[in-house]
């Protein structure tokens, strides 16, 4: 199998039109908050003044300083001179995206030949990991690969049920124990599962805490050596889910997990229900890490795969 690169780009929610569609509705709040401000405040030329209103608009955007000051410090040394203003800001953001301030850490992996993709969903309760799970066996099963979830969150009671809700809706397998079990035990069989039934993804949806004061993040780690035992590779992709609600927080979430647990990608929920989607590029900016999906809404549609250019052009209202 080829793995996610299936799932890669706008085609793959229901064309090009629609994608584009659905991002720019689901960043209607963002577009019409904060940086509609921007869109009024770059319509002329940028001077003194308006570089002092314009670096309050974007960290009430929750873009975050390290993004906000380098995007200022462009601007002060007059790049993209000769275009519009607003084109100008435009073309810095893009330009900030394209070159972090640190590349990314962790990189996906690819399985060996015959072996599943083992793709770990992270985060804290309530951002959205076991929809977000549930979305994407969806997708991988519209692509004609063999999908398997596990039930890894053995903390939250409906979790479960949850997962095996979604799993009916996609036709796929899930591997779950009773409520309160050990989550290692449930990804330990579920890898073996996975191996010896064919396979092509393993989707672990996680606990965002547990039932102890045990630190969630050595427990996360358990989970990375349980797989490890049987694919010494995994797990191949590892994905952190952030609600976009919950501002200057995804930073501080993406500080902790990202070279704590080897994350590999972002996920951005809850964009339709925030003015402030801005923190999507900050996040990104400042890890490194890149973001794969933003969730736009409900429906599995509305997981979008993410462009930055197109994120951007979406917030202009363009």
Known sequence: MSGPEKLEGPQSSGGAKGWFGRL????????GGFLAQVRGLVAGRIDE???????????????????????LVKLKAGEGAGSDAQA?????????LENPESPPA??????????PRIIFLVGVNGVGKTTTAGKLASRYSAE??????????????????QLAVWAERSGCEVIRHKEGADSSAVVYDAVQAAKARGSDVLLVD?????????????????????????IDSAPHEVLLVLDATSGQNVLSQVREFGPALGV??????????????GVALGATYESGIPIRYVGVGESVEDL????SDAFIEAIFGE
């Open 24 to 31: 720019r509705g689901g960043l209607s709040k963002t577009r």
């Open 49 to 71: 003044d308006t570089l002092e209103e314009l670096e309050e608009i974007l960290y009430m955007a929750d873009m975050g300083p390290l993004l906000v000051e380098s995007l």
């Open 88 to 96: 100008r800001v435009k073309g810095i953001m893009r330009s900030c």
């Open 106 to 115: 962790f990189t996906p992996r690819v399985p060996p030949a015959g072996e």
């Open 144 to 161: 004609k690969l063999k999908v398997m979830l596990a039930a890894g969150d053995t903390f939250r009671a409906a979790a479960g049920e």
């Open 206 to 230: 996680t606990a965002g805490r547990l039932h102890t004061k045990h630190n969630l993040m050595e427990e996360l780690k358990k989970l990375r050596r349980v797989t490890q035992r049987l």
């Open 264 to 277: 590999t990608g972002l996920v951005l929920t809850k964009l339709d229900g925030t003015a402030k989607g």
């Open 304 to 307: 979008l795969d993410f462009d």
